[in-house]
């Protein structure tokens, strides 16, 4: 039978801009520089993980490898060994090619992801045949199915993927999954001349799950996993496509077994798109967070077609309705001088998003971008870990890159100095969502979804204290007092069990300062746990996954957090409510068991 090895690049991963970890999207882009604030995660490689479900032959996938593994693994004779790798990670990959070569030379290389995109404009054909059989920069389960000769239009499943979360790190340094996946549709037609994932699909929307599938494959997360507090339904831009969404929404409003009351789902959105929406409808659809491509102030004006509209007031108008907003801002078009990307980046600030990116214009290869600076002669060779959201590769025409670089960290810095931690933006969300709810007409809003964002505020307290204490400046206290006084004017004085988990957190938040003082997180950028998922293609899995989980390389010390954090957690949450059980008012319910494990967005 044919045998087929998956894999990402081996690990240790290249640091990236500002000496973060790759893969730690939080800690490396949304959440940068909010000093003790900022949070660390993890995600998987969901992409590679729909491709081992949607073919009949048995596979393995091997997430963030060492090498002396990959080397046992290669000489076994896979028939196919499939790479699904960033750009960034170039000359980690083709050094795998080559031991596959050497190691296992019937054995035929196929190469994936964005970093295929860029290795195939960026070589000759002779240096990529020596290097790999096949390179896939589209779809990857039609590709190997046909690489198979299977149906290429058979249904496409997405059982159970892995799930990613992240968490404050002193918290909880290895934070579990919470969040689900499924993937609505690959590519994007709105063309930016930037974007890789536009050129991936030959500037097309490929529809990967109808809306009953997606709501079904949600359903399936909530009840196999039921502390998930949100799904992300992955597509470029899924708002555009306004009769999917309102299907799901329509779905998600009839369903009995969990409703607005439990689904929460986050997905790509520009202005554009939004503006076919009257706000009002978005949460009774389940829309719960997204992430806006902002790019630019004047993007419009450049004739970036998903910018179209005020961003400031879309933003704000999703805020007030309890919807969460990421966005991004990219400094260093052609457009902008050193006046008006002050004005950009104070545009940005303004828009008050709950979690933020800021990153650099650069030519990713295959893009139109590229070959357009190729031909002014503006394209110059950096090393390949220089190919990322920070990087650079190409001729400014006003500035020089430490400007930009500067200018990035001048950006964080502003946002973090004007509205305080990420934790706090959330908990305002939070509270926005539930004031709006609680007004609505409409029963399903109150009677439903106000309690959701009641529940999420309810976690987010315990962070009030530390957060106040160690606010950057008078501004963010005063904001954040603020809030608190919005939340006892809501929901009454904390619980004991809340307070007693605020100076928890106070705690732990002294000793992180203090850590941060001797030796700062970014002296340490993560790196992944490697992982194996074997998929045997028997029907036999884990909780009713078609994958086994295996840990190649023990841990002990990561094997000990785990195993002792489920005893700390059931013990606190049993004290915690034995707690408000005791000293809650008379005449009053206790409120719910505060989790041990934050739960953050």
């Known amino acids: 039978m044919t045998k087929i090895l998956f894999s990402t690049p081996c ?7 500002n000496n973060v970890s790759l893969t730690d999207i939080s800690f490396q882009r949304f959440t940068q520089q909010q000093d003790i604030f900022t949070l660390s995660g993890h995600v998987h490689c969901q992409g590679v993980h729909t491709i081992a479900q949607n073919i009949s ?8 490898p060492t090498w002396d593994y990959f080397e046992k693994e290669v000489k076994k004779g896979y028939d196919f060994v499939g790479i699904s790798f960033f750009q960034t990670c170039m000359d980690i990959t083709l050094d795998m090619c080559k031991m596959i070569r050497k190691l296992s030379p019937q054995s035929k290389i196929v190469l994936g992801h964005y970093g295929a995109l860029a290795l195939n404009a960026y070589y000759p054909e002779d240096f990529k045949k020596e290097h790999a059989d096949y390179i896939c920069k589209g779809e990857g389960v039609s590709f190997f199915r046909k690489l198979l000769g299977e149906p290429v239009d058979a249904p496409i499943t997405q059982n159970l993927l892995p799930r990613c979360g992240d968490n404050l790190p002193w918290i909880d340094h290895h934070p579990k999954g919470n969040m689900g996946w499924v993937t609505a549709g690959l590519g994007c037609p709105s063309a930016c001349d930037f974007c890789a994932t536009t050129e991936m699909h030959d500037n097309n929307r490929i529809q990967i799950s109808p809306p009953d599938k997606i709501f079904e494959d949600i359903k399936k997360v909530y009840r196999t996993y039921p502390d998930t507090i949100m799904v992300s339904i992955y597509d470029e831009d899924w708002l555009k ?12 409003q009839e369903d009995t077994e969990f409703g607005l009351r439990k689904i929460n789902w986050v997905s790509p959105s520009s202005v554009e798109s939004l503006s076919q929406y009257d706000f009002d409808e978005l949460p009774l659809n389940g829309f719960k967070a997204t992430f806006i491509g902002v790019e630019s102030k004047f993007a419009p004006k450049e004739g970036y077609q998903k910018r179209t509209g005020d961003a400031k007031d879309t933003i704000h108008s999703l805020l007030k309705r309890g919807i969460s907003c990421s966005g991004g801002l990219m400094l260093g078009f052609d457009f902008h001088d050193r006046v008006n990307i002050l004005e950009d980046i104070n545009y940005y600030v303004a828009c008050e998003m709950t979690t933020h990116q800021i990153s650099r214009v650069f030519p990713f290869p295959g893009t139109p971008l590229w070959d357009r600076l190729q031909e002014e002669g503006r394209v110059y ?11 650079g590769g190409y001729k400014h025409k006003n500035f020089e890159p430490h400007e930009i670089e500067h200018l990035i960290l001048e950006g964080y810095r502003k946002f973090y100095h004007t509205w305080g931690p990420t934790v706090m933006r959330q908990l305002k969300v939070e509270l926005n969502g539930y004031d709006w709810c609680r007004a609505s007409n409409n029963p399903l809003l109150r009677d439903q979804r106000a309690g959701l964002h009641k529940e999420g505020a309810e976690m987010l307290y315990p962070m009030i204290r530390a957060c106040e204490h160690f606010a950057p400046n008078g501004l963010v206290r005063r904001r954040i007092r603020q809030t608190e006084e919005r939340y006892i004017k809501n929901f009454g004085k904390p619980t004991p069990s809340q307070e007693i988990m605020s100076y928890y957190v106070l705690t732990k938040a002294f000793q992180a300062k203090l850590q941060e003082h001797i030796d700062p997180q970014n002296r340490h950028p993560k790196q992944e746990p490697f992982k194996m998922y074997i998929y045997e293609k028997n029907g036999k899995g884990e909780n009713g996954s078609p994958y086994k989980v295996v840990y190649p390389v023990r841990d002990k010390k990561y094997e000990f957090y785990r195993n002792f954090r489920g005893f700390k957690e059931d013990t606190f949450k049993k004290l ?26």
């Open 11 to 17: 690990q240790p991963y290249p640091i990236q801009f």
């Open 381 to 391: 060779d950096v090393p390949w870990v220089d190919i990322n959201f920070y990087g």
């Open 241 to 252: 496509y306004t009769n999917e969404v309102r299907e799901v929404g329509r779905l998600i």
């Open 57 to 64: 032959v048995p596979s393995i996938f091997l997430e963030y």
């Open 576 to 601: 915690l409510g034995y707690v408000d059980n005791i000293w809650a008012p008379k005449g009053t319910t206790p409120g719910p068991i505060q989790e041990f494990r934050m739960r953050l967005i």
